[in-house]
């Protein structure tokens, strides 16, 4: 039987304690959830009564606020809660922005629901978080999550504003990845997805030099949000092939590369896999997730690859944009084969970063850019008039205008998504190669984190 995915958390946590010299009050300190907060509530629909549960939790508050997303799933349990929150904390301390961790969840299945009817569910559970503190600027900051977007954001951001009224000049920064009209920031919505794309150019950068992804085949399993957008950038961006889609009702193939910008026009107009014209559409198998690619990017769910089936995986190189889709001993039969797994505390920390991006835009009340934007058109269009001075040939039109172009928000977005969480990378493979005891990624990110979280609960003086 599978570990569950709170379990092999705490293995993994285990495994990482075992390269540290740490007291084992402040290492269970570290591993443990700080507290967890459980809320059944009634919403009247449909002319009766309805019950509903909602967790969220709090893994690590040595430093605040904590952040999480919420996801809407039938499937939710308290565990995975716990287990979700704990791994915030290590991405939030590996890749270097200022929160703890936290995660919630409410047991639904929002396609049961109307969008009145999710309003009205997602403004009560607003409340009720609101009632305990579980949803602040300042203590903790909620985000999308699987279920949830930019649309169930604005609702609980514009809830907890009517709530907190003394909170109002910063209510905003309640929670990140709301529309744009409601304070949100250009790129969250790709964050995550393009946040694979980059640590995984970064991982062959590294080993096989640059322009290394240009034609590697990639196999996506999930293509919400996250696998939507690692597909399109690797594809646009990097030169890769997506030559399959594993979806929960469907698998798309196309040996040649599946065309990701028509799959998604296609898609945007409602219409079916089975008449996507692209690539050959098959009723999805467990056997697909094996099939062979030089690139596998579980973007789904977790305990996706586990001890049953990881035996079978023939993709070298396995990418976790989704959260724990390799149980613990799952990922120590992958590293026995030989394939590299890109852990999920880095490869789909994008999404906490651009969420930090966002948060102190709304913190500041001001765009990114603003200021220096008119100031840094002036010194390029100086340096290409001085170029020009002291050169008979003059500068190219279309080489003037992207000198003397200033970046937009979304571009510095992008610019400083792609520097953290490249240098995240960069930070566990350097730790890796000067200590190979610790044999994989995933232990030398957690010790990474593990030993950001201590040092700042002894600075505490914990």
């Not at 309805?50 to 967790?55: A, D, I, N, P, Q």
């Not at 790709?190 to 991982?203: D, F, K, P, Q």
């Not at 999920?344 to 970063?353: P, T």
């Given at each position: 039987?599978?570990?569950?995915?709170?379990?092999?958390?705490?293995?993994?946590?285990?495994?990482?304690?075992?390269?540290?010299?740490?007291?084992?009050?402040?290492?269970?300190?570290?591993?443990?959830?700080?507290?967890?907060?459980?809320?059944?509530?009634?919403?009247?629909?449909?002319?009766?009564?309805?019950?509903?549960?909602?967790?969220?939790?709090?893994?690590?508050?040595?430093?605040?606020?904590?952040?999480?997303?919420?996801?809407?799933?039938?499937?939710?349990?308290?565990?995975?809660?716990?287990?979700?929150?704990?791994?915030?904390?290590?991405?939030?301390?590996?890749?270097?922005?200022?929160?703890?961790?936290?995660?919630?969840?409410?047991?639904?299945?929002?396609?049961?629901?109307?969008?009145?009817?999710?309003?009205?569910?997602?403004?009560?559970?607003?409340?009720?978080?609101?009632?305990?503190?579980?949803?602040?600027?300042?203590?903790?900051?909620?985000?999308p999550d699987m279920g949830t977007g930019e649309r169930e954001m604005a609702w609980m951001a514009d809830e907890y504003r009517r709530v907190s009224p003394a909170e109002t000049l910063n209510a905003a920064?309640?929670?990140?990845?709301?529309?744009?009209?409601?304070?949100?920031?250009?790129?969250?919505?790709?964050?995550?997805?393009?946040?694979?794309?980059?640590?995984?150019?970064?991982?062959?950068?590294?080993?096989?030099?640059?322009?290394?992804?240009?034609?590697?085949?990639?196999?996506?399993?999930?293509?919400?949000?996250?696998?939507?957008?690692?597909?399109?950038?690797?594809?646009?961006?990097?030169?890769?092939?997506?030559?399959?889609?594993?979806?929960?009702?469907?698998?798309?193939?196309?040996?040649?590369?599946?065309?990701?910008?028509?799959?998604?026009?296609?898609?945007?107009?409602?219409?079916?896999?089975?008449?996507?014209?692209?690539?050959?559409?098959?009723?999805?198998?467990?056997?697909?997730?094996?099939?062979?690619?030089?690139?596998?990017?579980?973007?789904?769910?977790?305990?996706?690859?586990?001890?049953?089936?990881?035996?079978?995986?023939?993709?070298?190189?396995?990418?976790?944009?989704?959260?724990?889709?390799?149980?613990?001993?799952?990922?120590?039969?992958?590293?026995?084969?030989?394939?590299?797994?890109?852990?999920?505390?880095?490869?789909?920390?994008?999404?906490?970063?651009?969420?930090?991006?966002?948060?102190?835009?709304?913190?500041?009340?001001?765009?990114?850019?603003?200021?220096?934007?008119?100031?840094?058109?002036?010194?390029?269009?100086?340096?290409?008039?001085?170029?020009?001075?002291?050169?008979?040939?003059?500068?190219?039109?279309?080489?003037?205008?992207?000198?003397?172009?200033?970046?937009?928000?979304?571009?510095?977005?992008?610019?400083?998504?792609?520097?953290?969480?490249?240098?995240?990378?960069?930070?566990?493979?350097?730790?890796?190669?000067?200590?190979?005891?610790?044999?994989?990624?995933?232990?030398?990110?957690?010790?990474?984190?593990?030993?950001?979280?201590?040092?700042?609960?002894?600075?505490?003086?914990?």
């Open positions: 039987m599978s570990r569950s995915f709170l379990e092999s958390v705490d293995a993994q946590f285990a495994r990482a304690f075992g390269h540290l010299d740490l007291p084992k009050g402040l290492a269970e300190k570290i591993k443990i959830t700080n507290a967890i907060f459980k809320v059944t509530f009634g919403v009247r629909l449909r002319g009766e009564l309805m019950s509903f549960t909602g967790w969220r939790a709090v893994h690590s508050d040595h430093i605040e606020p904590v952040k999480g997303g919420i996801r809407y799933s039938a499937n939710s349990t308290g565990d995975e809660v716990e287990a979700l929150a704990a791994l915030m904390t290590l991405k939030c301390a590996l890749v270097g922005v200022p929160f703890g961790g936290s995660k919630g969840a409410l047991a639904i299945n929002p396609k049961d629901f109307t969008e009145l009817e999710l309003e009205k569910i997602t403004r009560r559970f607003t409340q009720e978080l609101a009632r305990r503190g579980m949803i602040s600027p300042g203590r903790n900051v909620p985000a920064a309640c929670v990140t990845g709301k529309p744009l009209s409601r304070g949100g920031i250009n790129g969250r919505t790709e964050a995550t997805g393009r946040g694979v794309a980059y640590v995984l150019a970064e991982h062959l950068e590294t080993t096989e030099g640059n322009g290394a992804l240009a034609g590697k085949t990639v196999t996506v399993q999930g293509f919400g949000n996250v696998g939507s957008y690692a597909s399109l950038t690797l594809q646009t961006e990097f030169g890769a092939k997506i030559i399959r889609i594993i979806e929960r009702n469907a698998t798309l193939e196309n040996p040649e590369g599946i065309d990701i910008a028509a799959l998604l026009t296609h898609r945007a107009a409602g219409e079916g896999w089975d008449s996507f014209g692209g690539a050959t559409v098959t009723v999805p198998d467990a056997s697909d997730l094996c099939a062979p690619c030089d690139i596998l990017i579980p973007a789904a769910t977790e305990n996706v690859i586990t001890a049953q089936n990881a035996s079978q995986i023939s993709a070298p190189i396995v990418v976790e944009a989704a959260n724990g889709p390799i149980d613990y001993d799952a990922d120590q039969i992958l590293a026995q084969r030989g394939i590299t797994v890109l852990p999920d505390l880095c490869a789909n920390a994008g999404g906490v970063i651009v969420s930090y991006f966002e948060w102190v835009r709304n913190l500041t009340h001001m765009p990114f850019g603003l200021m220096e934007r008119r100031m840094s058109q002036r010194r390029f269009s100086d340096l290409a008039d001085l170029i020009e001075g002291l050169s008979p040939t003059p500068i190219p039109p279309l080489m003037r205008s992207r000198l003397e172009k200033s970046g937009s928000e979304l571009d510095l977005v992008r610019s400083g998504l792609e520097e953290m969480i490249r240098a995240a990378y960069r930070r566990i493979a350097e730790r890796l190669a000067r200590q190979p005891n610790l044999s994989d990624l995933r232990t030398a990110g957690y010790v990474i984190a593990i030993e950001e979280v201590a040092l700042a609960y002894r600075d505490l003086g914990i």
